[in-house]
């Protein structure tokens, strides 16, 4: 492993020593700066596995546990004494990392795609496929539904790997329109449509739970590329197959 920290930063305990640079780096800052030396982005919805390195998650795990327990703490809960939140934090850090944000600390499941070999041209639509997310503002979940419209190009996926793409794409913090963009970016990058277009319906939690307190309220957004945009036709195609799969599952 090769260390691409400053020669003046910690790297570890001095035994004996009680200024602060004897404390070792928290693994969170030795990970911030490789991202900033690299120039890569690390926004909320940003996926940053390519830049840990072996072991990092775990101690990302252990540094995070701490830092719940302190937001516990400075929420006045007892943690050391009330059995319900004696575990909380642990909890909440592995909930994170590998669960509903895991889209940004572990790398994208493994989707093959092949040669359209028959040139199938037609669209098609696949959903719905639940989405779960969560704002970026609040830490609160999003849940809903999204429709993916495929005019194919020259490589195709399997139907089921739409649902795992989203799945990773959507376990970051988010807010749903860049959600939409992010997705697409990489079903294009996977299967090179000649026409893709994807519908979002979400509830926010943010909403419904805090703030205005609307419980019924939703948030649609699409978006279309290639063929679907030039083509006015295909796009009102794609959304006449949406509407008949969701009457489908009202009935
Ligand atoms: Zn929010």
Same mark, same amino acid.
């Not at 590998?98 to 895991?102: I, L, R, S, T």
């Given at each position: 492993m090769t260390s691409t920290l400053p020669p003046s930063l910690p790297t570890g305990p001095v035994r004996g020593?009680? $200024?602060?640079?004897s404390v070792p780096a928290p693994v969170s800052l030795r990970i911030r700066q490789r991202l900033e030396l690299a120039g890569a982005p690390f926004f909320a919805?940003?996926?940053?596995a390519e830049h840990l390195l072996e072991g990092e998650l775990e101690q990302l795990e252990i540094e995070v546990t701490g830092k719940v327990r302190d937001l516990l703490r400075s929420l006045v809960i007892d943690i050391d004494n009330d059995h319900n939140t004696e575990e909380t934090a642990e909890r909440v850090a592995r909930m994170y990392l590998?669960? $509903?944000?895991?889209g940004r600390y572990h790398q994208q499941p493994k989707i093959a795609s092949f040669p359209n070999v028959k040139k199938l041209d037609e669209i098609y639509t696949v959903g719905p496929i639940s989405v779960r997310s969560a704002c970026s503002h609040h830490l609160v979940p999003i849940l809903g539904n999204c429709w993916i419209g495929i005019k194919p190009g020259d490589r195709v996926i399997g139907l089921s790997k739409f649902s795992r793409v989203a799945d990773w794409v959507f376990?970051?913090?988010?807010i749903q329109e860049e959600a939409v963009m992010i997705l697409a970016d990489e079903i294009e990058r996977l299967c090179e449509p000649q026409g893709l277009a994807i519908l979002v319906k979400a509830q926010h939690y943010c909403m419904k739970w805090r703030g205005?307190?609307?419980?019924?309220t939703s948030m649609v957004n699409s978006v279309v590329r290639g063929d679907f945009r030039h083509d006015p036709s295909l796009k009102a195609e794609f959304f006449e197959l949406v509407k008949q799969q969701e009457s489908l599952l009202a009935t």
């Open positions: 020593s009680a $200024v602060p640079s919805n940003d996926n940053i590998h669960e $509903v944000f895991k376990s970051r913090p988010h205005v307190k609307e419980p019924q």
